[in-house]
């Protein structure tokens, strides 16, 4: 039985990733990038170039891999949505607020388009390989019918429920990953003042048990201080972080941690490294005592 046509409409590198996976498993593909360079790598590997992402809702499956609610509006609702049929699947691995997923959702539904929920944890290599972990959200028959094309895509796929849900659960994590990178940043700016040797300091920390899998994947930038390709972008890290930040503060609850790593996030975009990986934090000039801090950007306390 042929596999559905899908249309990606998003290839950065986790995009670009689950593109060729979906090749690889003999999905017939279109892709749609609004830098259409980036999808050059699918082209050549038997994707449909669309010119547009009116030309990519042709399909019955959409898989949307964009930056931000932003992009969201703009791809999704103002350009494709007056030309998605009904019946549709709109797969979304975006990484937006929950509220901002319970809102599309409902917006989809009364187009009769359904959401798919799909957040992702992984790397780019992660998502080429079919290896990524797959939280999803939003009506469950509807979930249960994208399972063949998440299954090519993630080993552990877990419904969570309503749509929010699984939006919820990706901020969780990226909230801590945004943390600990903070942290190890700090540690090694500590040691390095003290008179320990950086690369020591880094490869003593990455193989200590006070490590985990994702800061020493970090620790690889680090040591060789070369953050592009960027695996997770300072920019999007930001993003993420204010998104939970500002969740939660709506709950009325304060992640002083989360600001704080946010902060330092929005410091890199800054400095115009806003597109390396988050790990770039490290190569930050570190403030002493009685320096100002930033006028704060985002997250509103």
């Known amino acids: 039985m042929s596999l559905p046509h899908v249309a990606l409409v998003g290839s950065g590198a986790m995009g670009a990733g689950m593109g060729h996976r979906l090749l690889e498993a003999g999905h017939?593909?279109?892709?749609?990038?609004?830098?259409?360079?980036?999808?050059?790598?699918?082209?050549?590997?038997?994707?449909?170039?669309?010119?547009?992402?009116?030309?990519?809702?042709?399909?019955?499956?959409?898989?949307?891999?964009?930056?931000?609610?932003?992009?969201?509006?703009?791809?999704?609702?103002?350009?494709?949505?007056?030309?998605?049929?009904?019946?549709?699947?709109?797969?979304?691995?975006?990484?937006?607020?929950?509220?901002?997923?319970?809102?599309?959702?409902?917006?989809?539904?009364?187009?009769?388009?359904?959401?798919?929920?799909?957040?992702?944890?992984?790397?780019?290599?992660?998502?080429?390989?079919?290896?990524?972990?797959?939280?999803?959200a939003g009506e469950h028959d509807e979930v249960e019918a994208a399972g063949g094309l998440l299954g090519a895509l993630g080993q552990d796929i877990r419904y969570l429920g309503s749509a929010g849900a699984a939006a919820t659960m990706k901020l969780a994590f990226n909230l801590l990953l945004g943390v600990q990178t903070v942290g190890f940043t700090e540690a090694i700016s500590y040691g390095v003042s003290a008179g320990l040797d950086r690369d020591l300091l880094i490869d003593v920390i990455a193989n200590s048990g006070f490590s985990s899998p994702v800061l020493a994947f970090r620790a690889a930038f680090m040591r060789e201080r070369c953050y592009e390709p960027a695996a997770f972008k300072a920019r999007l890290m930001e993003k993420d972080l204010r998104l939970a930040a500002n969740d939660a503060m709506a709950r009325g609850i304060y992640l002083p941690l989360t600001e704080g790593a946010?902060?330092?996030?929005?410091?890199?975009?800054?400095?115009?490294?806003?597109?390396?990986?988050?790990?770039?934090?490290?190569?930050?000039?570190?403030?002493?005592?009685?320096?100002s801090l930033p006028p704060k950007n985002g997250a509103t306390r």
């Open 28 to 136: 017939p593909l279109s892709v749609y990038n609004r830098s259409p360079a980036k999808a050059a790598s699918l082209v050549e590997a038997g994707a449909r170039a669309a010119t547009s992402p009116q030309a990519a809702a042709d399909t019955p499956i959409v898989l949307l891999s964009l930056s931000d609610e932003s992009a969201v509006e703009q791809v999704l609702f103002e350009a494709m949505l007056p030309e998605l049929r009904r019946g549709t699947v709109v797969v979304d691995t975006t990484t937006t607020s929950p509220l901002y997923a319970r809102m599309a959702a409902t917006r989809l539904s009364a187009a009769g388009i359904a959401r798919v929920e799909a957040c992702v944890l992984g790397n780019p290599a992660m998502a080429r390989s079919g290896g990524l972990r797959i939280f999803t």
């Open 262 to 291: 946010g902060d330092l996030m929005a410091d890199a975009v800054a400095a115009g490294l806003g597109d390396q990986d988050a790990a770039v934090i490290s190569e930050l000039p570190k403030r002493r005592l009685g320096e």
